[in-house]
């Protein structure tokens, strides 16, 4: 009951709008979240088919947690709701005592399956700028329904593909190359992708601006020759890649992005005069030598640190005027390596902080002991000449993260520091977040909002004339 009564409530603040506001709300949601809110009225669902008819984007999930969110119903005895309206109640009530969980997995990909092709079906535009599936948990013998999908959208002549995929379903991105001509903007995850593949969707996607390849195993060589559009280009988890090339006649590139693989890295040719900007992922077998002459060009660099291995020698970062470091609560920079390590950006002018989680920052919320917390007014020398502004991205008022800036702040003296605000969205996404609890969402304004504020003042202890910001 509690799913059904906050459908209603949603139904009672969309009242007040005209279907065309409606309609627009829909077009921006993923398309299960739309298809959610079209169950709770006649009206709601007579804007989502007309809607779904002209929609530029389609989004599906076919996720994992629909099926912790069906096998929940069997213990709570919810009565769930979806586009259909078969009566999954008695379903679940006639297999709650001897259903397994991988059961459960079946019947709710089943479900969302019949879901992705019937609204497929809703859908009568000629063209559709943007196609998301994300079926990490789809199997191989549900490969069909993804050519099916595939072939839709190349039909509708999308601009935008994001296919996020097991790599077991071991599908074939040959078609992907040949077929999507349109392409401004491609990320696949997954797929079974050759240096043949590479060649021709480059080939015949000369308008391709963004590519992101993940989790794919078949190669160890990587060339990219002729890509005349190409600006941003994200490399990851592709677990043999040795060796990359990249050069271009037209050469528009300005970022990359790396992550980690089974292996480093071992060579990297990259021509691209206009690069400035380059992400690294940091993890534990990461070797920073095939990176040297990049790192003599950019001007902009992201440090994803996913091990503390490869913390304790930096080389140096002779242009780079903003550094960004992207932590977790089990890898950072050890406080104590904070000044030589700045040192190698002899130009750095802003420094970005950002940690990432899986539980919820609710649960590490350090609002009293931020209060308890005494800080003293201290008198620092610059360990980096230049450095100007410091900002802590996404804040979430957890400890680690005020534990690192109030640290960084013994070592370094700045004109500006920024606190910007976790998003609320981000903050109350159950997609997100591992052990999400209700109560979060009444949360926000005092553990999130609240700690900003606190550590503004603590700040202000510290450095009396710095000007701290805290932004939403």
Not at 98 to 112: A, F
Not at 358 to 380: F, M, S, T, Y
């Amino acid at each position: 009951m509690m799913i059904m009564s906050k459908l209603a409530d949603e139904e009672d603040d969309l009242s007040k709008f005209p279907d065309e506001i409606v309609a627009s709300i829909m077009c921006w949601l993923d398309t299960e979240e739309a298809a959610r809110m079209s169950v709770v009225s006649k009206r709601l669902r007579k804007i989502w088919k007309s809607t779904i008819q002209n929609t530029p984007r389609l989004a599906f999930n076919v996720d994992y947690k629909f099926a912790k969110k069906l096998s929940a119903a069997h213990n709570d005895r919810l009565t769930l709701k979806f586009e259909n309206d078969d009566d999954d109640s008695d379903l679940i009530r006639r297999y709650s005592s001897i259903i397994n969980e991988m059961k459960v997995r079946d019947l709710m990909r089943d479900k969302i399956i019949n879901e992705v092709n019937g609204v497929l079906e809703l859908h009568k535009a000629p063209t559709l700028d943007e196609f998301s599936l994300f079926g990490d948990r789809l199997i191989r013998k549900q490969r069909h329904h993804i050519n099916t999908w595939v072939h839709f959208a190349a039909k509708k002549h999308v601009k935008k593909l994001t296919l996020h995929l097991n790599t077991a379903i071991r599908y074939d991105a040959t078609f992907i190359a040949d077929k999507f001509h349109c392409l401004r903007d491609l990320y696949i995850k997954g797929l079974y992708v050759t240096q043949n593949v590479i060649r021709s969707l480059f080939s015949n996607c000369p308008f391709l601006e963004r590519f992101s390849l993940l989790h794919s195993y078949k190669f160890d060589k990587l060339k990219i020759i002729s890509a005349p559009n190409l600006k941003y280009l994200h490399l990851s988890d592709n677990w043999n890649l040795r060796q990359f090339k990249f050069s271009s006649a037209k050469n528009v590139l300005d970022t990359i992005e790396i992550g980690g693989g089974q292996y480093p890295l071992l060579t990297i040719d990259v021509s691209a005069p206009n690069l400035s900007h380059l992400n690294l992922a940091i993890h534990h077998c990461f070797k920073f030598d095939p990176y040297l002459t990049l790192l003599n060009q950019i001007k902009r660099l992201a440090l994803r640190i996913g091990s503390d291995r490869s913390l304790l020698q930096f080389p140096q970062f002779s242009k780079v005027d903003h550094l960004e470091l992207i932590l977790s609560s089990s890898y950072q920079i050890p406080i104590h390596l904070l000044p030589d390590f700045l040192k190698t950006a002899p130009l750095l002018n802003t420094l970005s902080i950002k940690f990432c989680r899986l539980r919820h920052p609710a649960k590490d919320n350090c609002l009293k002991w931020l209060g308890k917390h005494i800080v003293e007014k201290v008198e620092v020398n610059h360990s980096c000449q230049y450095i100007k502004v410091v900002k802590l991205d996404d804040f979430a008022g957890c400890q680690d993260e005020i534990e690192f800036l109030l640290n960084l702040l013994y070592t370094v003296s700045v004109e500006k520091i920024i606190i910007q605000l976790m998003p609320f969205t981000v903050w109350r996404n159950r997609k997100t977040w591992w052990c999400y609890e209700d109560e979060f969402d009444n949360l926000y304004e005092e553990f999130c909002q609240g700690s900003g504020q606190l550590l503004k003042m603590k700040i202000l202890q510290m450095h009396p004339n710095a000007d701290v910001t805290v932004k939403l």
